[in-house]
């Protein structure tokens, strides 16, 4: 497929951005912030860990309809870093920094030249070679030497955040990826991932079946031709979010993930895939997802196996839903997902029989569905109300509310089930 990217030039000026890719910088931005409040415990002084940019580009770009300044993800990084610093500071006596080692990479040299002038613009220049490494490379040669440097930053956990916003589907092999997880436990990897642009430039010729196979999905059409899967528009749309991202996320070697489309035009033309190891960390993405739910859409259902409804169902019928079979992480969307999950959660709950807590059930169920874990304490206390569940504090407090239940909590079913259980 063409390389599409943008025009450096420190003496002109910065390339323009649409709307849809600061969409991915605010989310940028939004999990950065959230993640390091939510990794800090009080008595914490210091965060260590590792920020990689893998394609950092220049570092500013210009409003596509505004004209106005929009920083790149590196200065991005850098400020969200700042801001979390200062709000975990405020009330603290013990002060608390956040201890970041910042890696910049670009294959375009014009690129890492704007970026290392525009940092020193904004006054990083004493920190360029000490904390904040610049390197011009393409990511996956740098890929390996970048895995290194976060295990030697942090060697019992090597946390690290690695974003990959490429241009298109080739640039980050499946296989690098898995790599960081395979040597970083605790690394975290945002992905931009073009799905149309998979669907438009692969064919049903052998070229097209090296490029898959060298991206690490070589069996994702799932022996249907290319031609049959863009005949259908509907169908093309639910089998790449049903098909494609179980390849994806295998061949990534995450064991927590959300795949949902950022919205172009109204439409979801590629995806923003963040993995993880743990599920405190897919549950602050959803997060962001719901918070930022303007940039997002979703063509699959509101409950568990969000991706299985292959050809009709309800939940993805416009006659019934309202939302045109599209799921858009709005109010209609939010209420969807509670009332589907309480119909859901009680059958899941049934097996195995001994009591299970909250962090349980969301864990096992969690990679399939667009709610994020206070959506799960809404159903539940929507079932509590109804009798269908029980949730049990550590000393045996009955809980009433979404708001007390927490993640440690028992939830059971009640010894005579009434509803869901006939």
Known sequence: MPHKGYVWDPNGPPPTIEAHSIAKLEVLRAYLLAYFQTLVVPQQDHLRLTLVDGFSGGGIYKHADTGTEVLGSPLVMLEAAREAEAKINIGRQKSFKIDARYYFIDEDKSAVDLLAHVLQQRGHSTRIGNDIQIVHSPFASAAAKLRAIAKENNP??????????????????????????????????????????????????????????????????????????????????????????????????????????????GYGDYWLVHLSQHPRARDVMTNVHWSKNNH??????????????????????????????????????????????????????????????????????????????????????????????????????????????????????????RLFLT
Do not use: W
Not at 173 to 196: G, H, M, R, W, Y
Not at 376 to 382: C, D, N, S, W, Y
């Open 156 to 265: 019992t956990s090597g946390r690290a955040i690695f974003f990959l916003d490429q241009y298109g589907y080739t640039d980050v092999p499946f296989s690098e990826i898995q790599e960081i997880f395979n040597q970083l436990p605790k690394a975290e990897v945002i992905l931009t991932f073009a799905v149309d642009a998979l669907l438009t430039f692969v064919t049903d010729s052998p070229s097209s079946a090296r490029t898959l196979q060298a991206i690490g999905i070589p069996e994702v059409l799932r022996g249907r031709t290319v031609e049959d899967i863009k005949n259908n528009e509907k169908d093309f749309r639910l089998f790449v979010q049903s098909q494609l991202y179980p390849d994806l996320v295998s061949a990534c070697g995450a064991k927590f993930y959300t795949v949902f489309f950022i919205r172009t035009s």
């Open 296 to 417: 997002f859409i979703h063509y699959g259902g509101a409950g568990i196996d969000m991706f299985s409804a292959i050809g009709y169902s309800p939940e993805n019928d416009s006659t019934v839903t309202g939302q045109d079979g599209l799921f858009l992480f709005d109010n209609p969307a939010s209420q969807r997902s509670i009332d589907t999950l309480a119909t859901q959660l009680p059958r899941l709950i049934r097996v195995p029989p001994d009591l299970q807590t909250l962090g349980d059930v969301y864990s096992r169920n969690c990679n399939s569905t667009p709610a994020d874990s206070h959506k799960f304490k809404e159903a539940i206390a929507k079932l509590i109300e109804l009798g269908e569940l029980e949730v049990t504090g550590k000393n045996g407090q009955k809980r009433r509310s979404a708001a007390a239940i927490t993640q440690h909590d028992r939830i059971s079913l009640p010894a005579q089930g």
